[in-house]
Nanobody
Framework: VQLQASGGGSVQVGGSLILSCVAY????????IGWFRQAPGKEREVVSF????????WYADSVKGRFTISRDNAKDTVYLQMSSLKPGDTAVYYC??????????????????WGQGTQVTVSS
């Protein structure tokens, strides 16, 4: 049972990336997914959230209008489309799964399964 985040890389300011979070060994159908990031020397922060069936989404103010979260439960995959990237978006990005989430977004301690991170670096 694991989540695998991928799609990170190095881009220039204004560039785009699409992160993927794939579930292995279990179905994402009943899990809400949160995307988090942690920059060096900073605390982890939630940047986006999507409910189990995709009916509810949430974005941090810092990424609103630039990031789009979506999911394909048939593929057990959640995506984070990131555009107009800024140096401040540089961080390790993690996805996490919350069973039967009741809040939007779920508090960090509610998540049951965490993926390994994928590095996103935005340079000017």
């Amino acid at each position: 049972v694991q989540l695998q985040a991928s799609g990170g890389g190095s881009v220039q300011v204004g560039g785009s990336l699409i992160l993927s979070c794939v579930a292995y060994g279990f179905s994402l159908n009943f899990y809400a997914i949160g995307w988090f990031r942690q920059a060096p020397g900073k605390e982890r922060e939630v940047v986006s959230f999507i409910s189990s069936q995709g009916g509810s989404t949430w974005y941090a103010d810092s990424v609103k209008g630039r990031f789009t979260i979506s999911r394909d439960n048939a593929k057990d995959t959640v995506y984070l489309q990131m555009s107009s990237l800024k140096p401040g978006d540089t961080a390790v990005y993690y996805c996490a799964a919350d069973w039967a989430a009741s809040q939007v977004p779920s508090p960090a301690h509610e998540y049951d399964i965490w993926g390994q991170g994928t590095q996103v670096t935005v340079s000017s």
